[in-house]
Structure formats: C-alpha cells, structure tokens
C-alpha cells in the first residue's frame, strides 16, 4: 500500500525546501516559472493533494464560497444552483449549497455555519423584502451578493443581482393583450415578497393602461410551487372562471395550474391561455409546452458569482454594486389568441375579402362599358 505523501516527500524528491514547494503551491511570484512547473508536474506525478485548511490558514483564503436558497427542490432554484457551482468551480472557487427551507431561523443558523467554515463569501437567493437586512445584521464585514432581490430598490446597503421583475411584468401582459385577452387573472401574488410586488405592478400597470383590470388571487404561502399553484387553481375554477388567460407568478404555479384544469375538464390553450414566469427546464417538455418569461438563469448565476469573487479579490469595497438584467418571453403553445380576437379577425378578413372583391367587380364593369 502507497504511503501518504506530504510536502516534505516533495521537498525531497524536488531537492528544495518545504518552503519553496510552499511558495510553488500558492503562486508566489518569488519563485522561476520553470522551478514551479517542475514542483507541480513532481505534485501531480506523486499523487500529492494540497492540504486545503492548512493552505487556508497560509492564504488567508478558502476558495469556497456559501450559497443559501430558499428551497433546493424548487426547479428554478435547483437550475440556479447549478449555474452558480460550475461557473465558480471555472474560477476555481467551491460551493457549499445550503437549503434555508422557506425559513427565515434556518436561514440565519445557516449564515453561522457559513461564516464558521470561513467561507470567502456568501450568496443569498431570496425573494423577501428582509433579505437585504439579514445580510446587513449577519455579514456586515464578509463579502455578499443578494440574488433575487433588487437591493436598489428596497434601499439596503448590500450587494445585488436581479431580473427586472417590472419589465418582466410588463411583457407578460403585452404578449396577452397582444393575443386579445381581456379577461385576466393574476395567479400566485406573494404580497410578502418584493419580486412578486414588482412583477405584479408591471403587469397590471400594463394592463389598466389599455383599461383592463385584472383578477388577482393571492397566494398566502411563503413559497411558490405546483401544490399550492393547483389548490389556487381548484377554487378559481370550482367557483365558475369566466377569464380567457392566466398569468402565474412562476412556472411551478403554472404547472399546478395544468394539473387543476385537466381534472376540471379545461383544455389549455383552447379553453384558457396559461403563462408562466422563470422559464424552468420542465416547461419546455412537450406536453407542457409553456409560455413564460425567461428570468435568463445562467446570465444572472454568472454575474452573481463574476460580481461576488470581484469584491473577494478587492482590498476593499467603496461602493455597492448593483445589477439589474432583463428578462425575456419565451412563447410556446399554451397561449394563443382569445375566442373573440379571433372572431373579430375573422370578420376584419371577411370585410377585406368583400371591399375587394366588390373593387374588382367595379373594375371590370368599367372595363365593360369602355
């Protein structure tokens, strides 16, 4: 059986100190490139793994970063994530993935253990309007970026990445006016979340601008997903639903929908038009099919990590970053024009049809009488 090899065998076998394989290892620039080459290719040959505590203690950094989501089984969280490890793991930085279960102690528990295990800093995917504060009260010196939450608008002092959730309302309620729904319902509004807040002003600002009111049904849970989008859904449709379109908060809502409207009897798209919003693997299958607002995961997994190892790398911080992207609408099958825009389309082409068919038989009358 192969002995452990330690860093005084390298030392040996290099003809160096234990020093210098120490400044090879960490990059010293006191050090020839050709003399650190050949302490690596020497590590890499014998097997030698870097002591990754003792190193820390050396560096003063870990190269391991936290994360907390509110819930790792939600699709859209769980797609974030992964976007978040592989593009830190390209920087070379590792993940620790913690789920805050929806639960603001957990969450904070969460931020000890973090702290505890030295992280170099931490990555908060929240929705709710306190989320700025926890970090402000539980990291004031370590550095963060809220995800999810746009610290610019609820005026804390930390770090942020976001989608433009008013923007996003806004195409949701565009691409449905577009179609020629007028009978509309919001589905899933979390009064206790700020995106939820901003996505649901951007749509029914929209559409009370074209003199639509929609219908707004909120959802009293602290989290958004398929159960609770179907319980929702099973009401709405119990007590008689007259709308032509759904607009749901998020996708995992949507989904719930589909599964309240197939044990009612409704069809989507021809009965009812469905829109979602997060763009989550599942809604493209093709039985699913769903239309919805692309919150453009990986872009926003990548500026949070590029913006969160940026102020790692800085001596210090003068100033809060703040980035906003937009999102973008993905239209797939289960939204189509309502029953009377099409009726009315249908009547426009007929009248069409008519002026010119009577043009032309003037036309030729003319014609005729020449």
Partial sequence: MRQHITIKDIARIAGVSTSTVSRALSNSPELSEQTRQRILEICRREGYRVNALARSLICNKTNVIGLIVPEVTNPFYAELSLGIETHA????????????????????????????????GIILASSQQDAGTMIQNLAPRLPTV??????????????????DNLAGGRLAAEHLLELGHRD???LGNRPNSLTHQLRLRGFTETLEKAGITPQVIDNPH???????????????????CSATAIFASTDSMALGVLQAADEYGISVPD?????????????????????TVDQRKQLL??????????????????????????PTLVSRSSCRAS????????????????LLSHTIHQQVNRSAAD
């Fill in 89 to 120: 793991r390209s920087l070379g930085y590792n993940v620790i993935l913690c789920n805050g279960q929806n639960n603001t102690k957990v969450t904070e528990e969460l931020f000890g253990f973090l702290i505890s295990h030295q992280v170099d």
């Fill in 301 to 326: 997994a990548e500026a949070t990590v590029d913006l969160l190892t940026r102020i790692i790398d800085s001596d210090e911080q003068d100033e809060f970053t703040h980035r906003m992207i937009r």
């Fill in 271 to 291: 009965d009812i038009s469905l829109l979602g919003f997060d763009n989550i693997i599942y809604s493209a299958l093709p039985k699913i099919e769903l239309s």
């Fill in 184 to 186: 509309i319902v919001y």
């Fill in 146 to 163: 809220l995800l999810g939450t746009p610290a610019l608008v609820s005026g804390d002092e930390v770090n942020s990445v976001c989608i």
């Fill in 339 to 354: 029953k009377n825009k099409s009726t009315a389309l249908r009547t426009d082409r007929l009248s069409l049809l008519t």
């Fill in 222 to 240: 602290g989290c958004s997903s398929i159960d609770i989008g179907c319980a929702l859904s099973r009401e709405l449709f119990a007590n008689g």
